[in-house]
């Protein structure tokens, strides 16, 4: 009976404790809209956390898929949603920076139509090669490139065709770089032999485990946890980096109370044991959540890296 | 080499009541949103995955293969019954499947797509399990350059669906190049013809297109021909033979030949990534035509055009999963999905997949064997169903289709803009079919443009712009070689033939 009072008395303190910190409580479902088509990776972690948050916090929270333009579709209708917090997006930051900073003039919205909630992770950028390649780091590589007419190097996004061509403008290595519609086809380029280096992230990993595959460069502006003896561009003497992020913002004009209770149930969600464990298996990075003001600042920093990218 | 006991063991998990009861729940569902216009097993697919993260792997794979499976058949369904695809890889099945149905024979069709879908699927299946680490090698040599060409000899072969005006033939296929290149161009990124909307970045979303093509254009001819009265959607004979209603082993076995070739084509083009079911269906289809005693019969109701297509763009699907489960590599938009599961279970397709997960890959193998079987048996005992429903008005019919590729078109693209894009093509398909421009011509042109556009400029970037380098490329090189003597022979040996047979016949 006394047991029973007790955890009575700890339930209810508990409780209290809880409604103390989360004062402020949507007044219906909540909308997390991902930029992108369900099945991909910013889908199936948006789900996770989602699935995480509404249990740990009791509210509703719907996912919806907005894919279009990497993200700027579903942006351009979260910039005039009403800030009530109980509308959300999630998407990767890199298509949105290229964007503005290649036609923000055009474009509906600006870095501060939102406000900055969470990043959920950074994927893991690599320059690859096959192992029996005559060369181990971009040094050689850009040698290699010089020696036989230019190398054929595979990408799947902007940022990394524009590090690939600062790298090129800085040493001359005349590369001539493949576009493919993702990095597994990059890869799968890279196997076949139809290019002598590669972008990847993350599929490489088994192949670098079963020796086909090696490591050039972290692409990123740190080095990888698996790689750890790999180099980044940035240590091998290109002042270049691609950092894509995956984040979450609501439109601006977010009540401070809001703001602070989505932040801090995101929080929790991203680095709870379930989101973790599918962010470790489907990018095979730890979660990192670099709160509102560091996920502002990172934006607002990655606008000066991308610009750098352009060459503006 | 694997361990026998581990392939026994791997299969003795798939063989347990609880995969079974996900197999069929998988194929039941598939079945089901492959015959709804607009939703297909893409979609299902994406929408499960996130739910069987709480499910055991083996459980959760085995589940989402049922639903492509059953996705591939059920998209026959309504292209046969009512002449609009639930999927756009079920196109060629509407050329002969409904005229079949038209006769009074939609069970007959319905029973040809389901065995010839099986049959093809196990085919694949078979040729994954056997021999998909040396074909996975096989495939790795089709770069860029042999891509490009393999496109150009899908297009010639298509040629032969052109049909009586080369003119309006290539207008067709101009058409769907030209709407292929809107979006962001696969070079540069900059966008194209895209009027302020950033929905159309990653060009006209697919289904729309092929949706409001395919099905909302045949809903409104046939709302736009209903005069008055009321009759049912496709009339069955209340006394019919049994002949009419059943495939028999001779009619089976006739179509051996066509569902083997279809087999093989759709299992070639699924182990090299990128090209797609659609295609494969298309290519098997004008193939089969041509090597046919009687290609003046296909598009009237000929029973081998449906088990050519169905044959063909089922055995993708198995196919699809050599580059997958050997290199990790997604050869379609399914098999992506499929990887997506595979992750966030925690497993990494690749190299060291079979030496990693060895039991779960034989598992795996025995869900496709348990998923194909199921499909014979949901997909027999569900035709009577299908077969109910078009008994029914077929203003109620077409009106309630409608609905459904509204609701499924918004769902699948995520909002109002591809339900209006649809609309747009639907109208242009209307107008393209009251005018004689073949639709099938611009849907293929359409889905392989972007490909096709994407591996050009691929080839140019590695041939250094320099078109006859490619004497370097022998594999590139005989696809091109084959693609001139296909395009003669199908766009203007055959067409020249069957004049000469029009005018013989009108001499007569």
Excluded at chain 2, 136 to 152: D, F, H, N, W, Y
Excluded at chain 2, 161 to 177: E, F, N, P
Excluded at chain 2, 319 to 324: E, M, Q
Excluded at chain 2, 436 to 457: H, N, P, Q, R, T
Aim: net charge neutral; proline share 5%; aromatic share 8%.
């Amino acid at each position: 009976m006394k047991l029973k009072t007790l955890f009575a008395g700890v339930t209810a303190s508990l409780l209290m404790i809880f409604t103390a910190q989360a004062d402020w409580a949507p007044s219906g479902p909540i909308t997390l809209q991902i930029g992108f088509d369900a099945g991909g990776e910013t889908d199936t972690l948006g789900r996770v956390i989602a699935g995480e948050m509404e249990k740990q916090t009791g509210w509703d929270i719907v996912v919806e898929n907005k894919p279009g333009g990497g993200g700027i579709a579903m942006f351009t209708g979260l910039a005039v949603a009403k800030p009530d917090g109980q509308t959300l997006g999630m998407g990767v930051n890199m298509p949105i920076l290229v964007n503005l900073v290649l036609r923000g003039d055009k474009l509906p919205f600006k870095l501060d139509s939102f406000d900055y909630l969470a990043t959920v992770a950074r994927a893991q950028v690599a320059i690859v090669a096959k192992s029996d390649a005559p060369f181990d780091d971009l040094a050689g590589l850009v040698e290699y490139s010089k020696a036989n007419g230019g190398a054929l190097v595979a990408f799947d996004a902007k940022p990394q065709e524009l590090l690939m061509k600062y790298v090129d403008a800085e040493a001359g290595a005349g590369f001539k770089l493949i576009s493919t519609k993702s990095s597994a086809e990059a890869l799968q380029n890279l196997l076949g032999g139809h290019v002598v280096a590669s972008f990847a992230a993350g599929a490489h990993i088994p192949y670098i485990e079963s020796g086909d595959v090696k490591m050039i460069a972290s692409a990123n502006a740190t080095r990888h946890g698996y790689a750890a003896e790999t180099p980044t561009v940035v240590e091998q003497g290109y002042e270049i980096y691609v950092d894509p992020y995956f984040f979450i913002a609501a439109p601006a004009g977010l009540p401070s109370d809001a703001k602070a209770a989505l932040a801090a149930a995101l929080h929790k969600a991203i680095t709870s044991n379930v989101a973790k464990k599918a962010i470790v298996n489907s990018l095979k990075t730890d979660p990192s959540d670099l709160g509102p003001d560091g996920t502002q600042k990172m934006l607002v920093d990655g606008v000066g890296n991308v610009k750098k990218l352009f060459g503006k | 080499m694997i361990d026998v006991s581990i392939i026994l063991a791997g299969l003795g998990d798939a063989f347990s009541l609880t995969n079974l009861l996900f197999v069929v729940a998988g194929v039941a569902m598939g079945q089901f949103v492959g015959a709804l216009p607009g939703t297909g097993p893409v979609m299902a697919m994406a929408v499960a995955i996130p739910f069987t993260f709480v499910l055991d792997p083996l459980a959760a794979i085995a589940f989402l293969v049922g639903v492509n499976k059953g996705g591939l058949f059920g998209g026959a369904i309504p292209a046969i019954l009512i002449n609009t695809p639930g999927t756009p890889d079920a196109a060629a099945t509407a050329l002969d499947g409904h005229p079949l149905a038209r006769k009074g024979k939609p069970v007959k069709a319905m029973k040809m797509a389901l065995f010839s879908s099986v049959t093809g699927d196990t085919f694949s299946d078979i040729v994954l399990i056997t021999i998909s680490a040396p074909l996975a090698v096989v495939a790795l040599k089709m770069g860029p350059v042999e891509t490009c060409a393999l496109m150009i000899f899908a297009f010639s072969i298509i040629a032969g669906l052109i049909g009586d005006s080369l003119i309006k033939g290539l207008i067709a296929a101009v058409l769907g190049l030209f709407f292929a290149m809107v979006g962001l161009d696969p070079e540069h990124g900059t966008p194209r013809l895209y009027f302020g909307y950033f929905e159309l970045f990653d060009g006209l979303p697919l289904t729309a297109v092929a949706i409001g093509m395919l099905a909302v254009a045949e809903i409104f001819r046939r709302l736009a021909n209903i005069a008055g009265r009321i009759k049912p959607t496709i009339s069955i004979p209340e006394k019919q033979e049994k002949k009419d209603k059943n495939v028999s082993w001779a009619e089976y076995w006739s179509c051996r030949y066509t569902m083997l070739r279809g087999a093989v084509i759709g299992t070639l083009l699924g182990a090299i990534p990128g090209i797609g079911s659609t295609a494969a269906a298309f290519m098997s289809y004008a193939s089969t035509k041509q090597a046919s005693k009687e290609p003046e019969t296909f598009g009237k109701g000929n029973i081998q055009g449906v088990a050519a297509t169905e044959s063909a763009n089922s055995a993708v699907m198995g196919a699809n999963l050599i580059p997958l489960l050997a290199l990790g590599i997604p050869g379609s938009i399914g098999a992506a999905l499929l990887i997506s599961a595979f992750k966030i279970h925690g497993i990494q397709p690749g190299p060291l997949l079979f030496e990693q997960q060895g039991r779960l890959i034989y598992g795996l193998f025995g869900a496709m064997m348990m998923a194909n079987l199921m499909n014979l048996l949901i997909g027999q005992a569900s035709l009577r169903l299908w077969t109910k429903i078009i008994s029914a008005p077929e203003s109620l019919v077409f009106s309630s289709a409608l609905i459904l590729c509204i609701t499924g078109v918004y769902v699948s693209t995520g909002g109002i803009f591809g339900v209006a894009v649809m609309l747009v093509f639907a109208v242009m398909g209307y107008l393209m079919n009251l005018f004689g421009y073949s639709v099938v011509i611009f849907i293929i042109a359409f889905f392989l443009g972007d490909k096709f556009e994407l591996s050009l400029s691929q080839t140019l970037v590695i041939l250094d712009g320099d078109l006859l380098a490619v004497i370097h490329y022998p594999v590139a090189l005989a696809l091109l070689m084959l693609a001139l003597v296909s395009t003669w022979w199908l766009g203007i040996h055959a067409p020249r033939k069957s004049r000469r047979q029009t005018r013989d016949s009108s001499l007569d």
